[in-house]
């Protein structure tokens, strides 16, 4: 068959189509194939170069922990016949070589997270061996190394525990070795002892307060510019106490009496001087002993007009007084002590007319400041609340809030003598005089400022015994006060009957008396004061010619006391190392707790005898505790705590709520790696 010239055109021009399509990819697949080939090649020296990374890797963490514990870049290189990391990483022969070391976090079940714990003991290692030609690639693995060679420190023997310091702990060996809170040896509150340790007071003793090392006593009985009117005796801390009067004020017929560090406050009955500051550090007349009267207050009427009814109570805080006279609170100004002192917004009402308040006692609660004032008299509230916050606003400068004890007609007698507020302001304790058919110490639910309520209820009449509250039985209080929220005591000190009454105030509803001393002169007066290495004690005024201060030493009611602390001793482990955890077997009871601080530093001229400690706890500061075991911060910034180092120790803290029983330290255990 003859082909046309067209039709043969057509076919070529086919052939040519396919030709252009088909020999390009032909073409480019014997490129890949070579390229591919090449690629290949390159991939296989790279995982070589990986392993070989990885040698070095390996050889340096056998050499010391010290070698790849160091965050950073590094790179492979061959000293000898040995693999060693350099720093940062190098480009041989077309290929970058990295070994990249960083931290690594655990969760709180001890995983491997993303966040967390730091551990000191493990680093994450990146190898990655890159190239540019024929075609950009890398090769890239992960790796873990930890610490292998590892040691431990461990104290678990009574020789261990009693080399230590021992703060109100004790070192038993009931089972080979242990830390408890030391043994109560001292006083107990519901078993009370008079100690011997007293002073003969200048004056009639009317009220005493006290703060740690110092007792303030008003002893003003008449007006008499020979009558000794305030007491500051000093207290020292040995075991036992010695009482040194170091001085007083002459000339005021006194009934109430506050202190301070430095200054002392009498109510006094003078005309224009109802309270008295006395500046503690002064003298007028040191041989006699005679302190330096530095500022005063005298009552004022809202017109500025002097009044000249008595003071009956003064309570001081946050630079301001506070004084009753009469059935009028007055505020005064303290942002200095020196000469007359102003008042402080309007006088408050708060009784009737010829009534007067036994006590005072104030609080700051949700940014409100409020007086409880204890009520002497015909008014029917024993107790009142005054909100004293803002002088210039009438709803923050008024009485806000009262109850009357016994509503029922149970008493015509009730009236308030003392009175305490816990810190939250939710309770006050206050105490009444006495009557035969009605109680004598109550607890009242303050919660409700505006409507406060007595904790278990009103007494009924017929009978009025039940109801909330304590009965006396035949004491007459002249004073109360809590020794302790914490072990839930109160004491309540008068004349007739059992004149020192120690009330359990667990049950607030219906105190119980735990324990008690006869004292047949009468008690006028008591304070009581927890020191701050936990020694606790009670200061009485007692009707003794002469008149006395004595003291009764109190503490928990149980065989342990409710704090203390071991601090281990130095333990040199010979060569700086890294401490990774520390692990402690423990007993911790309901109501006691046991935590840690770690303290741990370098040698000093190769030794550890006089280096000194700074104790960390989780967050390597000193603000927090270790609540169990735990891994150690790390921190090498040559400032007080160091870890890696050389020179260890060791704090527990122990406390109690239940004084009769204690958490125990069995044993603990160190990991640390050099």
């Known amino acids: 068959m003859v082909m046309s010239s067209g039709q043969l055109l057509l076919e070529l021009l086919l052939a040519m189509a396919i030709s252009a399509i088909i ?38 963490r056998e050499r010391g922990w010290q070698f790849v514990s160091t965050n ?12 060693e990391l350099a720093t940062g990483s190098a480009t041989i022969d077309g290929y970058t070589e990295s070994v990249t070391v960083t931290d690594v976090f655990r969760d709180a079940q001890g995983n491997i997270a993303e966040s967390g714990t730091r551990d000191p003991s493990t680093k994450r290692i990146t190898i990655r061996i890159s190239w540019n030609t024929p075609l950009p690639a890398d090769v890239t693995s992960t790796y873990y190394v930890t610490r292998f060679d590892n040691t431990v420190y461990a104290e678990s023997t009574y020789a261990d525990f009693d080399a ?24 107990q509150w519901c078993t009370p002892v008079l100690s011997s340790v007293e002073i003969n007071l200048p004056g009639t003793p009317k009220a005493v307060t006290a703060v740690e090392g110092q007792i303030y006593v008003s002893t003003g ?47 006094t009955t003078h005309d224009t001087r109802e309270v008295v500051i006395i500046n503690l550090n002064q003298f007028d007349d040191e041989p006699n002993k005679i302190y330096h009267q530095e500022g005063y207050f005298n009552t004022v009427n809202d017109s500025g007009n002097s009044v000249s009814t008595d003071a009956d109570t003064v309570f001081v805080f946050n630079d301001r007084g506070y004084v009753t006279a009469g059935n009028y609170l007055y505020v005064f100004d303290l942002s200095s002590r020196s000469g007359s002192r102003s008042k402080v917004g309007k006088r408050i009402q708060f009784a009737n007319s010829g009534d007067t308040a036994g006590d005072i006692y104030g609080r700051v609660i949700d940014g409100h400041t409020y007086i409880f004032i204890a009520i002497q008299g015909s008014t029917p509230e024993e107790l009142k609340i005054a909100d004293v916050t803002n002088p210039s606003d009438t709803n923050q400068w008024k009485i806000v809030g009262g109850i009357n004890i016994e509503p029922n007609n149970c008493s015509t007698l009730e009236s308030g003598k003392a009175i305490f507020v816990n810190p939250a302001g939710t309770r006050a304790y206050i105490s009444s005089t006495n009557d035969a058919s009605f109680k004598e110490y109550f607890t009242i639910d303050t919660t409700n400022k505006t409507s406060p309520s007595l904790v278990g209820g009103f007494a009924t009449n017929p009978p009025c015994t039940n109801g909330g509250g304590y009965e006396a039985n035949g004491m007459n209080p002249e004073q109360s006060v809590i020794v302790s929220l914490l072990e839930n005591r109160a004491i309540l000190v008068g004349v007739s009957g ?41 200061y009485i005024i007692t009707g003794d010619n002469p008149r006395k201060l004595k003291m009764i030493q109190g503490g928990p009611d149980g065989p342990y006391l409710e704090s203390g602390t071991y601090e281990s001793k130095t333990v040199d482990i010979g060569s700086t190392a890294t401490f990774n955890r520390f692990e402690a077997t423990a007993d911790v009871p309901v109501n006691t707790t046991l935590t840690y601080q770690i303290a741990i530093t370098d040698a000093v001229s190769n030794s550890c005898n006089d280096v000194a400690f700074t104790f960390v706890g989780p967050d390597g500061t000193s603000n927090t505790y270790f609540a169990t075991s735990s891994a150690i911060p790390i921190s090498d910034d040559n400032n007080g705590y160091e870890n890696p180092g050389r020179c260890l120790r060791y704090r527990a803290y122990l406390t109690t709520t239940n004084y009769y029983v204690s958490p125990i330290l069995r044993d603990i255990l160190f990991n640390y790696s050099p």
């Not at 702990?169 to 030391?182: A, D, I, K, R, Y």
């Not at 801390?237 to 017929?253: E, M």
């Not at 059992?498 to 304070?527: F, K, S, W």
Request: hydrophobic residues 35%; proline residues 4%.
């Open 221 to 267: 009985a008449t007006t008499d510019s020979n009558q000794d009117s305030f007491a500051h005796v000093l207290v020292s801390n040995a075991d036992p106490p010695v009482f040194t009067l170091r001085g007083k004020i002459k000339g005021y017929k006194t009934s109430a009496v506050y202190g301070e560090p430095n200054w002392g406050y009498v109510a």
């Open 498 to 538: 059992e004149e020192y009454q120690m009330l359990n105030i667990t049950d607030e509803a219906h105190p119980a008396r735990c324990g008690g001393l006869q004292y047949n002169n009468g008690l006028y007066g008591v304070a009581a004061v927890r020191e701050a290495d936990g020694d606790a004690f009670a």
């Open 72 to 83: 950073g870049i590094y790179h492979p290189i061959l000293v000898g016949n040995t693999w």
């Open 164 to 187: 230590g310091t021992k703060t109100h702990t004790q070192v038993t060996n009931t089972n080979g070795g242990e830390v408890t809170l030391s043994a109560n040896t001292k006083g």
């Open 23 to 60: 020999l390009p990819a032909l073409l480019m697949g014997f490129v890949v194939t070579r390229e591919g080939r090449a690629q290949q090649q390159q991939r296989f020296d790279a995982t070589t170069k990986s392993r070989d990374a990885y040698d070095a890797v390996r050889t340096a």
